[in-house]
């Protein structure tokens, strides 16, 4: 787990709901990132871990829409013009996104791609832009012939090409970066040294981090607390030890028992938590009540959302029903 000390709440959402035609995809989602904290996100696919992220700075798909509160240091970003977002999109908060050759414009060097950053929030000028985007590319170990600013993302591998996304987004120094499936595209040599490159770089510049994954190994790895959704609803938080160490969420035991381990003697002993019954869908305003049947939504009354219960000391638990 990464050893760092967080500090005070750098990043606060309340309430954050999110709708695309007509479904609710995200439903009464709150957490708090602190400054210099890792945040784990993880969920199975369309658990809603990357709809939450792009809400965050207003990049949600054609014909979504967000309610909610997403106050960075006390400024609520869901109620800023475009010329403020613009603002705060990489110079306070950055990005990685999960396809690093999509990501990349192909038609830019990789060199120009980064500098485009500087230029665009410090009017630098372009001489002073490529100082600045090779010693970004230099400091994502990205050297020699792989970190030639000349170069375009597709005479770079997906790792290389990684690495560009990250420098980035982290070039203008941002208070927060989000990472998004950052190394899922990745294989696992290559998956590693992101992996250790992203906390070298989490420590040095002392920026929170959001990394949303559905690998666990890699999420206790980097996180100082894990967040845990399950169709848009956060099912568990805690601190990283203590969820892996104790899971509470039938949902949660049951996420981490299908992850394969390493050691063949633990996996020989593996105990499986399965859960019956066919997969929920998403637009299905009941399937997030699956693990608490026994609670519907009264006539007339909005779609429930099962309360967030503390049961240690930033421990928080969904209400479920015991089986």
């Known amino acids: 787990m990464n050893s760092g000390v967080p500090g005070a709440a750098l990043l606060e959402v309340r309430d954050l709901c999110v709708s695309l035609g007509g479904a609710a995809l995200i439903r009464g989602v709150s957490f708090a990132v602190n400054a210099g904290?890792?945040?784990?996100?993880?969920?199975?696919?369309?658990?809603?871990?990357?709809?939450?992220?792009?809400?965050?700075?207003?990049?949600?798909?054609?014909?979504?829409?967000?309610?909610?509160?997403?106050?960075?240091?006390?400024e609520d970003l869901a109620a800023q013009s475009?010329?403020?977002?613009?603002?705060?999109?990489?110079?306070?908060?950055?990005?990685?996104?999960?396809?690093?050759?999509?990501?990349?414009?192909?038609?830019?060097?990789?060199?120009?791609?980064?500098?485009?950053?500087?230029?665009?929030?410090?009017?630098?000028?372009p001489a002073e832009a490529r100082r600045l985007a090779r010693a970004a590319l230099d400091r994502v170990w990205l050297r020699g012939d792989a970190g030639d600013p000349d170069r375009y993302p597709h005479e770079l591998s997906g790792g290389q090409n990684q690495r560009v996304g990250i420098a980035r987004a982290v070039i203008l120094k941002p208070r927060l970066i989000i990472c998004d499936e950052a190394v899922s595209a990745l294989d696992v040599s290559i998956r590693a040294q992101i992996i250790d490159l992203l906390i070298e770089l989490q420590g040095e510049l002392g920026m929170a981090m959001m990394f949303i994954s559905h690998d666990l190994a890699v999420v206790r790895e980097i996180s100082h607390r894990v967040m845990v959704l399950y169709l848009g609803r956060v099912m568990e938080e805690a601190e990283g030890?203590?969820?892996?160490?104790?899971?509470r969420h039938p949902y949660t035991r049951a996420l981490m028992s299908a992850a394969l381990t390493p050691d063949p003697e633990k996996e020989r002993h593996r105990v499986r938590v399965r859960l019956t019954g066919e997969p929920p869908s998403p637009v299905d305003p009941l399937a997030g009540l699956r693990f608490l049947p026994s609670r519907r939504p009264a006539e007339g009354e909005a779609v429930y959302v099962p309360r967030l219960e503390t049961v240690a000391p930033g421990h928080r638990v969904a209400e479920f029903d015991p089986v």
């Open 241 to 247: 030890e203590a969820l892996y160490g104790d899971p």
């Open 82 to 125: 475009p010329a403020r977002l613009r603002a705060v999109r990489g110079r306070e908060i950055g990005m990685v996104f999960q396809e690093p050759m999509s990501a990349l414009n192909p038609l830019m060097t990789i060199g120009e791609q980064v500098a485009e950053t500087v230029q665009v929030h410090r009017a630098a000028a």
């Open 37 to 74: 904290e890792v945040l784990g996100l993880v969920g199975a696919s369309g658990s809603g871990k990357s709809l939450t992220a792009l809400s965050l700075l207003r990049l949600l798909p054609a014909g979504a829409s967000a309610t909610g509160q997403i106050l960075l240091r006390g």
